[in-house]
């Protein structure tokens, strides 16, 4: 999807989509022919429907395919606890720093934990700390894009867009999918 499409709520562009329910509430995930476009937590499944329309209110809206069906199978997998996420082709809409921070925190180990001056260290820009955090928080695909790996250099959770209780459970699923697997 282009930036311009994008921008005209996915005009003439289909989207394959679905709210699903998940360990951490609910899901909407979305896809184009691409790949991955959204992945978004919430605790209301009508909010999410709205959100839903609202974004892509000129795109062909299709239910799941079978391919995305199979990402929403493995995401779930994940959440509880029975594989690693696989790597997703994307289609996202970010600016140019915002694409090197998605880029940097999928290189964030799984289990492992960076403060956002690392991230900002990665994408050579130091003093963009603020930037990196608002990155994080724009991340279009939760999960997919690790940003509940980036915590504050105190080694506090910092924020994060989907709640703190739910990157607190990432956290963790995390560190006992590591753990009884070594």
Not at 40 to 59: C, M, P, S, Y
Request: glycine share 6%; proline share 4%; hydrophobic share 40%.
């Amino acid at each position: 999807m282009t930036s311009a499409t994008y921008r005209q709520f996915g005009k003439d562009e289909t989207v394959y989509s679905a709210i699903v329910p998940s360990p951490l509430g609910f899901m909407l995930v979305a896809a184009t022919k691409k790949g991955l476009c959204r992945l978004v937590l919430g605790n209301d499944r009508q909010a999410l429907e709205t959100l839903r329309q609202q974004e892509f209110a000129q795109a062909d809206l299709q239910r799941a395919n079978p391919q995305l069906q199979d990402w929403i199978q493995a995401i779930l997998d994940y959440l509880n606890g029975k594989q690693t996420l696989p790597a997703f082709p994307y289609d996202l809409q970010g600016t140019a720093f915002q694409t090197q921070v998605w880029q940097a925190l999928q290189q964030i180990p799984l289990g492992a934990t960076v403060s956002y001056s690392e991230v900002a260290t990665v994408v050579n820009n130091i003093k963009a700390v603020r930037a990196v955090a608002n990155a994080c928080g724009a991340n279009p695909v939760a999960l997919a894009i690790p940003c509940h790996r980036v915590v504050r250099q105190s080694g506090e959770l910092g924020g994060y867009r989907w709640g703190l209780d739910r990157k607190q459970a990432l956290l963790k699923l995390e560190a006992n999918y590591l753990q009884k697997n070594s």
